[in-house]
T-cell receptor, first 111, second 118 residues
């Protein structure tokens, strides 16, 4: 199964945009890219997912490189409530529901 | 009540005890999941149910026994656990089994049950 690589942690200032990178150089043509986040003492929360095109929703934007070997989750204006561990996850082509979770990036927001 | 609710939030048990974790979802979803989250390890999928039928047992030891009486409720029965089973157990649900679907592929997680085995 393809793996994802994310920085262990990142810091950002409140009310500024945040770009969270993810490398997935061994991604297959049919692996979807999912992002979830986990706030302290809570279960993971869905953020966004996509296949090839860039995706936007009320929470964030997902920018997928043309060769699909990397992607970036963009939080347009970070708040203190966005402090969490952000997981970049692939769903392998041989399963309808399996998600390959990694260690994630701990995002620290400075006031 | 809405969302995915897990009880108890915290559980301490001895290795010879029998206990159960409960998960309930009021979202009308057809698929439900048990995940295990151990310290410093990625989330591990344990069991998957779709329309009450088990579709995945990810090589989980038999001391963990799931039960899905209907599409809204999921249990994890625990018996003769080991200290290394101490972890956060997360329940999730989704409208369908297809996490790839851009419209219905979202997983909704509960807050988890923190289990400590002494």
């Amino acid at each position: 199964d393809a793996k994802t690589t994310q920085p262990n942690s990142m810091e950002s200032n409140e009310e500024e945009p945040v770009h969270l990178p993810c490398n997935h150089s061994t991604i297959s043509g049919t692996d979807y890219i999912h992002w979830y986040r986990q706030l302290p003492s809570q279960g993971p929360e869905y953020v966004i997912h996509g296949l090839t095109s860039n995706v936007n929703n009320r929470m964030a934007s997902l920018a997928i490189a043309e060769d699909r070997k990397s992607s970036t989750l963009i939080l347009h204006r970070a708040t203190l409530r966005d402090a969490a561990v952000y997981y970049c996850i692939l769903s392998p082509p041989d399963s309808n529901y399996q998600l390959i979770w990694g260690a994630g990036t701990k995002l620290i927001i400075k006031p | 009540e809405t969302g995915v609710t897990q009880t108890p939030r915290h559980l301490v048990m001895g290795m010879t005890n029998k206990k159960s974790l409960k998960c309930e979802q009021h979202l009308g979803h057809n698929a439900m999941y048990w995940y295990k989250q151990s310290a410093k390890k990625p989330l591990e999928l344990m069991f998957v149910y779709n329309f009450k039928e088990q579709t995945e047992n990810n090589s989980v030891p038999s001391r963990f026994s799931p039960e899905c009486p209907n599409s809204s409720h999921l249990f994890l029965h625990l018996h003769t656990l080991q200290p290394e089973d101490s972890a956060l157990y997360l329940c999730a649900s989704s409208p369908t089994l297809y996490t790839r679907d851009l419209n219905t592929g979202e997983l909704f997680f509960g807050e988890g049950s923190r289990l400590t085995v002494l």
